[in-house]
């Protein structure tokens, strides 16, 4: 039988709608390009006869004209769009695509949420036959609106309206695409087509009558494919998809984010109903196990979790009548706040480096939760904006130090991540060379074909070693390839940056070379800036901070919150918060107070599992806890931390004052006594009368900031106690000192651990089995008679699925893969997939900052 592919199930989607791309041009959306470069789609489509790709965001008038596959230079009458968003919040980008390109004939609409989840979203304005009522909606608003347009352009011919200027006319029309968000395209044909273009004015003039007459022929079907692989067997959402910025939770009080589920227990649960989140995921998973023909037995672990298996199986029960020749399959559903820790934590991952490490691409939109011209039949939940999954690579790095005849070759190679518009390519090459190459990255989705070499699969379960090695191995590989050769010595087993960086800059000396092998030079860079100061000096101090943290959480509560104390004070205190340096980065290794707030989150968390709670709600004693407080305040208020922070909304301003303040009067106490002596006497009783003003306000600001802290440890308490509402974890089987787990175990993750007591057979107490209708019925009827339906193991199945919500990091990926290895079941085909991919600043911003409830 063959093996369970992510990636080849895909691509075989897009086979089964080749008669819909074929001719057509293609429009996707953010979380569909972003889908569409990890699978390497692109040349696919164009090799099934897409005229172009382009942006649903960035439409323009010439995207129907200049395409690579026509064999006619008229316009394109035929568009698809993929959208991974709600129909309703795509709405505004695909009308304002047929409106820009008038001459279109047909319109098929491709979306990954699925009729039934659009009737079932909360927020979504569509009924039961949602397809059929957004076709309507969709014609109806484009001949409105085009009858709108056509009224305002043609209204000086009418016979009761005196003649209007052309400026006067030509602001009609811009108003009225300002109306529909319009207002940065062209309108006029000379701006479109250039001033010597008669016949295609006169095409286009044709067509829209054609167009007017006739009628446009629309379609909506659902394409539940567009997911992000990272391997044939890891994949996570689209971030700016609606699935992945769906609110996982909407109460605020039992809730940590909307991007993470609810920290409930089992009780609160059964009279809440389904999150948005919870939803989609639900038809997401279903669906995408249809499409790769799996029979799935469901298991949850988790509130939300248990939530979205009893969506799956009551769809299961709907509509899999009949459906026998299926391949089983376990389906494992895990809540992200079952394990915090892990994504909070900087593991041995150097993907998990390199996202953590290199700046991100901007999202496209605003929020995936756009403003739609559709009713809305409740209010919209809390914003939850993803972080693109894609990075930027500083390729400036390189090519900045290198001597001005390899900028001059480079010109072509770099002129293609320039995203200016306006430039020509005399001005492209005149920036290689000055300061405006800051602006010149790379990209780590690098896979330019479907069939091209997988090299972030390859190192996505690699430690930092093994794949910086691996990276080695690539470079020298295709240094032999291309025939190049460089005096540089290296030592098997270890690799240095520097090794790198000589390899990385002899294969960007050829630029045919380097457009051959862009996928390892951009991922190669990647690595050297990732695994240099001043990223590494400060992963590593990361590193040494969590290993303190654990190690003191297995001596006393006293000498962990010590750790937590010592890690708060040295980053406000040391920190770059002086009044000459004030705004710089920190230096080499040194935490900032934003990574002192993620580590005590870790320390809290690893002291609810470690410690019993005490009288004060948290895991330390109110005394020791106190201390811990006052002097958080202290230090805020002497060095107020540059960065802003949500618990300090709204007194950021006082505290930078407060500080300016500070310095001045530190300024001036350096001035000797000398120099007052000749003053009036008088000064004594103003300066008596500001001083108490100060201490006011002084007194002031620090109630006021003693009360942000106080809310500050409240949520860490939250988190403490997180672990301690798991069954599992409550009854000893999975923490750190579990006695069914081997020593070599105990500083995995939750989900090593897991996976491994699930292979072994271990019985997990929360997990839970959500059995079909036929089974239920075997279990409640014949169950009384002695033949009742026997309950299946998670860990007798031979493909395993395991979809954590919220989230996953890319150490859990690896440590997944070595679960499996390590087990007695070799022959099981594990497939893992999350909610996004998580980084520790992802987490900050989860729990502590724009995207959380605290």
């Known amino acids: 039988m063959a093996s369970v592919d992510v990636v080849k199930s895909c691509l075989d989607s897009f086979h089964q709608v080749s008669d819909e791309v074929l001719d057509a041009v293609l429009y996707v959306d953010a979380g569909c390009l972003e889908a569409f470069q990890f699978l390497g789609v692109l040349p696919l489509l164009l090799e099934l006869g897409a005229r172009s790709v382009c942006s649903l965001e960035d439409v323009s008038s010439l995207d129907t004209v200049g395409t690579r596959n026509s064999t006619t230079m008229l316009p394109a ?29 047909c319109c098929t609409i491709f979306t990954s949420i699925s009729e039934i989840a659009h009737s079932a979203y909360i927020d979504s304005p569509l009924g039961p036959d949602a397809f059929h009522e957004y076709k309507s909606l969709l014609l109806q608003d484009y001949e409105e609106l085009i ?29 009225v695409m300002d109306e529909a968000g319009w207002s940065h395209l062209a309108t006029r044909e000379d701006e479109i087509y250039g001033p010597g273009s008669p016949s295609v004015g006169r095409y286009l003039e044709e067509a ?106 009551d769809m299961s029960t709907l509509y899999d009548v009949g459906r026998r020749n299926k391949r089983s399959a376990g389906l494992l559903l895990i809540d992200r706040t079952l394990d915090l820790m892990t994504p909070c934590s900087h593991g041995d991952s150097l993907v998990d480096r390199i996202l953590s490490s290199l700046p991100r691409r901007e999202r496209s939109t605003p929020s995936a939760r756009s403003k739609s011209p559709l009713p809305k039949k409740h209010a919209p939940p809390d914003n939850l904006q993803r972080t693109p999954l894609d990075v930027h690579i500083p390729l400036d790095n390189i090519f900045n130090k290198e001597p001005a005849s390899l900028l001059d070759s480079m010109s072509a190679f770099v002129s293609g991540w320039v995203s200016t518009k306006s430039d020509t390519g005399s001005d492209k090459c005149k920036k290689i060379g000055s300061t405006a190459l800051g602006s010149v990255s790379g990209s780590l989705v690098c896979t330019d074909h479907y069939l091209g070499a997988p090299y972030l699969e390859a190192i996505l379960d690699r430690n930092t070693k093994d794949g910086a090695l691996l990276i080695k191995k690539w470079l020298q590989e295709t240094l032999r390839k291309e025939e190049m050769t460089m005096d540089v010595k290296s030592r098997l087993g270890s690799v240095h940056t520097s090794e790198l960086h000589a390899m990385v800059k002899m294969l960007s000396s050829s630029e045919t070379s380097l457009m051959r092998n862009k996928g390892i030079f951009q991922l190669a860079s990647a690595a050297v800036v990732a695994l240099s100061d001043p990223h590494s000096s400060r992963w590593d101090a990361f590193v040494s901070a969590e290993r303190m943290l654990r190690l003191s959480a297995g001596d006393t509560s006293q000498s962990l919150l010590g750790q937590i ?28 107070f934003q990574d002192a707030l993620i580590l005590a989150a870790i320390g809290y968390i690893l002291a609810g ?24 305040v202290d230090a ?83 988190l403490s106690c997180i672990r301690r509402r798991i069954p599992a974890f409550r009854e000893g089987i999975l ?16 989900l090593f651990k897991l996976l491994t007591m699930l292979l072994g057979d271990y019985e997990i107490p929360g997990l839970e089995y959500h059995s079909s209708a036929v089974g239920r019925f075997f279990k409640s009827g014949f169950g009384r008679f002695g033949i009742g339906q026997a309950k299946p193991k998670l860990a007798d199945q031979n493909v395993l699925l395991v979809f954590v919500v919220g989230g996953i990091n890319c150490l859990e990926v690896r440590e997944a893969m070595e679960s499996v290895t390590q087990s007695e079941r070799q022959d099981i085909e594990l497939i893992l997939g999350g909610t996004t991919l998580l980084t520790s600043l992802d987490m900050f911003n989860l729990m502590l900052d724009s995207s959380s409830f605290f």
């Not at 104390?565 to 080499?588: A, V, W």
């Not at 004060?616 to 109110?622: C, I, K, M, Q, R």
């Not at 802003?644 to 300024?667: A, H, P, Q």
């Not at 923490?735 to 939750?750: A, E, H, I």
Request: proline share 5%; glycine share 6%; aromatic share 8%.
């Open 147 to 175: 009858k709108k347009y056509e009224c305002k352009d043609h209204g000086s011919l009418q016979p009761d309206k005196p003649q209007e200027s052309e400026e006067y006319k030509d602001h009609q029309k811009r108003s």
């Open 636 to 718: 805020l208020i002497e060095n107020p931390p540059v960065t802003k922070f949500r618990f300090l909304n709204g007194i950021e301003e006082e505290l930078e004052v407060n500080f300016k303040k500070k310095c001045k009067e530190t300024s001036s106490d350096q001035l000797t006594n000398e120099d007052f002596d000749d003053q009036w006497g008088s000064w004594d009783d103003e300066e008596a009368d500001f001083n108490n003003t100060q201490v006011y306000g002084d007194a002031q600001l620090k109630l006021e900031l003693r009360d942000r802290v106080d809310h500050l440890f409240k949520f860490f308490h939250k």
């Open 208 to 313: 829209n009558m054609g167009h007017r007459a006739q009628g446009m022929v629309v379609s909506v079907q659902h394409f539940p494919m567009i997911l992000s692989p990272l391997s044939r067997n890891v994949f996570v959402l689209p971030s700016e998809g609606a699935i992945s910025e769906a609110c996982l939770s909407n109460v605020h009080d039992t809730s940590i984010s909307p991007g993470l589920p609810p920290v409930l227990t089992s009780m609160q649960s059964e009279s809440e109903d389904s999150s948005p989140g919870a939803i989609l995921t639900a038809h997401f998973l279903y669906h995408l196990a249809a499409k790769m023909d799996l029979k799935l037995e469901i298991f949850s672990l988790g509130v939300l979790s248990k939530s979205i298996g009893k969506i799956m199986m």
């Open 609 to 632: 599992e470690s410690f019993p709670t005490s009288g004060s709600g948290g895991p330390f004693s109110w005394e020791e806890e106190h201390a811990l407080k006052e002097a958080m």
């Open 77 to 105: 009458t035929k568009i698809v769009v993929f959208t991974s968003r709600l129909l309703s919040d795509a709405h505004r980008y695909i009308l304002r695509c047929l409106t820009t390109n008038r001459n279109v004939l």
């Open 735 to 750: 923490s750190s000192d579990s006695s069914m787990l081997n020593n070599t175990y105990l500083n995995k993750g939750f």
């Open 565 to 592: 104390h010592d890690l708060i004070n040295k980053s406000i205190l040391m920190g770059p918060y002086t009044c000459k340096n004030r705004g710089e980065s920190p230096q080499g290794g040194l935490l900032s």
